[in-house]
C-alpha cells in the first residue's frame, strides 16, 4: 500500500467513526442550548495535559490522557450540577463563564511550562496527523461501548433533551451525559486540538438542525455531510499543503454557510 492510499484510509476511517457520535452528542447540546459545554470539557482535556507536562508526564501518553480524564470528570460533575433554575442567569452564561476560567488557568500552567506557548499551540490544533491504527481501534471501540449505553438510556437522555417528560434524577443523567461528552474530548483533543474537535461536535449537528427533528435521519445526514466535508478539508490539505486542523475546520464552516443560505432559502414547512 502507498504512503499517500495508507494516509488517507488511517484518516478517513478515524473521521467516519469520530463524526457518529459527535454529531449526535452535537445534536443534545444544540437542542438543550448549552453550546459552551463542550468548549468546557475540551479545554479541561487540554488543561489536563498541560498540567501533566508541568508533572513531568509526556504529552499524548497513557498517563496524560488519565490527567485529562480526571479534569474532565471534575468538569462534567460542575456542569451537572451548576443549573441555575434563576431565568436571570440562564445555565449558558454559567457555562461560558466555567469555560473562561479554564482557559485562563490552561493559560498560566502553560507560562510555566518550558516550550509552553508551542504546548498551547499543539492543544489548539492538534497532531491529526500522528494518528495510527492502534488509535483508530481504540477510539472506534470506545465509543461503540459509548454509542450503546446512549442507545440503552436514549429515553433519560432525549426526554431531557426535548424536555417533554420529568427524568427522575436530572442531575445524575446530566453527569452521565456531560461524562460521555468528556469522554470522547480525552480522546479526541490530543489528536485533533480543541479548535477541531468543537467542530466536529458543534458543525454537523448544527447543519442537520436546520433542517429536522428526528433524531435517526439528523445522525446519519448530519454523519455525511460532516465526512464529506472533511475528506474535502483533508484533501485540500494534502494536495494544496494547507495546515491540516485549519483544512477541516474551513471546509465544515463553508458547509455550514451554504447550509444557512439554503435554509433561508427554502421555506420551512409548519
Given at each position: 500500500?502507498?504512503?499517500?492510499?495508507s494516509?488517507?484510509?488511517?484518516q478517513?476511517?478515524?473521521?467516519?467513526?469520530?463524526?457518529?457520535?459527535?454529531?449526535y452528542i452535537?445534536?443534545?447540546v444544540?437542542?438543550?442550548?448549552?453550546?459552551?459545554?463542550?468548549?468546557?470539557?475540551?479545554?479541561?482535556?487540554?488543561?489536563?495535559?498541560?498540567?501533566?507536562?508541568?508533572?513531568?508526564?509526556?504529552?499524548?501518553?497513557?498517563l496524560?490522557?488519565?490527567?485529562?480524564?480526571v479534569?474532565?470528570?471534575?468538569?462534567?460533575?460542575l456542569?451537572?450540577?451548576?443549573?441555575?433554575?434563576?431565568?436571570?442567569?440562564p445555565?449558558?452564561?454559567?457555562?461560558?463563564?466555567?469555560?473562561a476560567l479554564?482557559?485562563?488557568v490552561?493559560?498560566?500552567?502553560?507560562?510555566?511550562?518550558?516550550?509552553?506557548?508551542?504546548?498551547?499551540?499543539?492543544?489548539?490544533?492538534?497532531?491529526?496527523?500522528?494518528?495510527?491504527?492502534?488509535?483508530v481501534?481504540?477510539?472506534?471501540?470506545?465509543?461503540?461501548?459509548?454509542?450503546m449505553?446512549?442507545?440503552?438510556f436514549?429515553h433519560?437522555?432525549?426526554g431531557?433533551?426535548?424536555?417533554?417528560?420529568?427524568?427522575?434524577?436530572?442531575k445524575?443523567?446530566?453527569?452521565?451525559?456531560?461524562?460521555t461528552?468528556?469522554?470522547?474530548?480525552?480522546?479526541?483533543?490530543?489528536?485533533?486540538?480543541?479548535?477541531?474537535?468543537?467542530?466536529?461536535?458543534m458543525?454537523?449537528?448544527?447543519?442537520?438542525?436546520?433542517?429536522?427533528?428526528?433524531?435517526?435521519?439528523?445522525?446519519i445526514?448530519?454523519?455525511?455531510?460532516?465526512?464529506?466535508?472533511?475528506?474535502?478539508g483533508l484533501?485540500?490539505?494534502?494536495f494544496?499543503?494547507?495546515?491540516?486542523?485549519?483544512?477541516?475546520?474551513?471546509?465544515?464552516?463553508?458547509?455550514?454557510?451554504?447550509?444557512?443560505?439554503i435554509?433561508?432559502?427554502?421555506?420551512?414547512?409548519?
Amino acid at each position: 500500500m502507498s504512503e499517500a492510499l495508507s494516509f488517507f484510509c488511517i484518516q478517513i476511517s478515524f473521521l467516519a467513526i469520530v463524526l457518529i457520535l459527535h454529531t449526535y452528542i452535537g445534536l443534545h447540546v444544540i437542542r438543550r442550548s448549552i453550546i459552551f459545554s463542550d468548549l468546557v470539557l475540551d479545554q479541561l482535556a487540554a488543561f489536563g495535559a498541560l498540567a501533566g507536562i508541568g508533572l513531568g508526564i509526556s504529552y499524548g501518553t497513557g498517563l496524560s490522557y488519565l490527567v485529562s480524564l480526571v479534569a474532565v470528570l471534575f468538569g462534567s460533575l460542575l456542569l451537572a450540577i451548576l443549573n441555575p433554575r434563576n431565568r436571570l442567569i440562564p445555565r449558558e452564561a454559567i457555562i461560558g463563564i466555567i469555560y473562561a476560567l479554564t482557559l485562563v488557568v490552561s493559560l498560566l500552567v502553560a507560562d510555566k511550562l518550558p516550550g509552553g506557548a508551542a504546548y498551547v499551540s499543539k492543544t489548539l490544533a492538534g497532531c491529526m496527523l500522528w494518528v495510527r491504527w492502534p488509535i483508530v481501534v481504540i477510539t472506534a471501540v470506545t465509543y461503540i461501548a459509548l454509542l450503546m449505553i446512549h442507545y440503552k438510556f436514549r429515553h433519560k437522555f432525549i426526554g431531557i433533551t426535548e424536555g417533554r417528560q420529568i427524568v427522575k434524577n436530572e442531575k445524575l443523567w446530566d453527569f452521565l451525559f456531560f461524562t460521555t461528552q468528556g469522554i470522547i474530548t480525552v480522546l479526541v483533543v490530543p489528536i485533533a486540538g480543541v479548535l477541531l474537535a468543537y467542530a466536529f461536535l458543534m458543525i454537523p449537528a448544527a447543519i442537520v438542525a436546520m433542517f429536522t427533528r428526528k433524531w435517526v435521519n439528523a445522525v446519519i445526514v448530519g454523519w455525511g455531510i460532516g465526512l464529506f466535508a472533511c475528506v474535502i478539508g483533508l484533501c485540500a490539505s494534502y494536495f494544496c499543503d494547507f495546515p491540516y486542523g485549519p483544512s477541516l475546520v474551513l471546509s465544515l464552516g463553508l458547509f455550514f454557510i451554504c447550509a444557512v443560505v439554503i435554509r433561508s432559502l427554502v421555506p420551512q414547512k409548519t
